[in-house]
């Protein structure tokens, strides 16, 4: 508080409901024209107030020779990256994979800065090629949801900075063909990122062996004849067919 009159202040006292003093010089028995009496204080940006997106703080001066004024400020709260979400798999993304096989996905959720602010949403697409098993570990505390081959993980708007995780299983479908993966995507409210977001295995090739047909047998054993007898007419003249 600025004493910016023409005579002494007494028995001064700056106040601020909205911080937790640390310091200054309140109250203050006098201030002379010209003069300040202090309040100094720390105040902790919540996840309502970053929901709000600024912070409204009012401070008041009072003493014997004027009535409380109050001095309003509102602070901007930007929204710095909160949440980084990852994906992974066993065997590891890239690795050749074949039908009827397990694959173990793994979802990484790290809140990056406070709270989060809102709910966090993940929903993976597994590709047609894949079955979905069951949720194997769920450390994180997501809530689950979603149907047939899309999977909805759901964490709360609230959770403090840490790293949540879930995992789960997918079986590859005996017809699959080329290769097989999926995808995440976070929706929500709170800034995120993700990388990598998606894991793909290719199927190992696999050989096949053809039965021949009577037919094939058939035309296969005419070639034959046609060609004997065509060698014998050759040598019958005299002539080497080689």
Do not use: W
């Not at 023409?6 to 109250?27: A, C, E, F, K, Q």
């Not at 050749?96 to 602010?117: F, K, N, Q, R």
């Not at 995808?183 to 290719?202: K, Q």
């Not at 047998?217 to 080689?242: E, K, S, Y």
């Amino acid at each position: 508080m600025t004493n910016t009159g023409n005579t002494l202040l007494n028995n001064v006292v700056v106040s601020d409901n909205l911080i937790t003093p640390t310091g200054g010089m309140t109250p203050c028995a006098t201030i002379a024209i010209g003069g300040t009496c202090t309040l100094i204080g720390t105040y902790t940006v919540t996840a309502a107030d970053a929901t709000a997106g600024s912070i409204t703080n009012t401070g008041t001066g009072d003493s014997d020779e004027t009535p409380p004024e109050d001095d309003v400020l509102t602070t901007p709260v930007g929204s710095a990256l909160q949440v980084v979400v990852s994906k992974s798999s066993i065997p590891a993304s890239g690795t050749p994979v074949a039908p009827g096989d397990t694959i173990s996905y793994t979802l990484t959720l790290e809140v990056m800065d406070g709270p989060t602010t809102a709910d966090t949403e993940l929903t993976d697409t597994l590709d047609a090629d894949l079955t979905f098993g069951s949720v194997t570990s769920n450390p994180g505390g997501f809530a689950i949801g979603g149907s047939g081959n899309v999977l909805i993980f759901t964490l709360a708007a609230g959770v403090a900075v840490g790293t949540y995780e879930v995992e789960y299983t997918a079986t590859i479908n005996p017809d699959a063909s080329g290769d097989v993966g999926n995808v995440v995507v976070i929706t929500g409210g709170t800034d995120s990122d993700c990388y990598p977001c998606a894991t793909g295995h290719p199927l190992a090739g696999t050989l096949t062996t053809e039965i021949p047909t009577a037919s094939t047998l058939g035309l296969f054993m005419l070639i034959t004849l046609l060609a004997g007898a065509a060698i014998r007419r050759l040598r019958n003249r005299g002539l080497d067919p080689i």
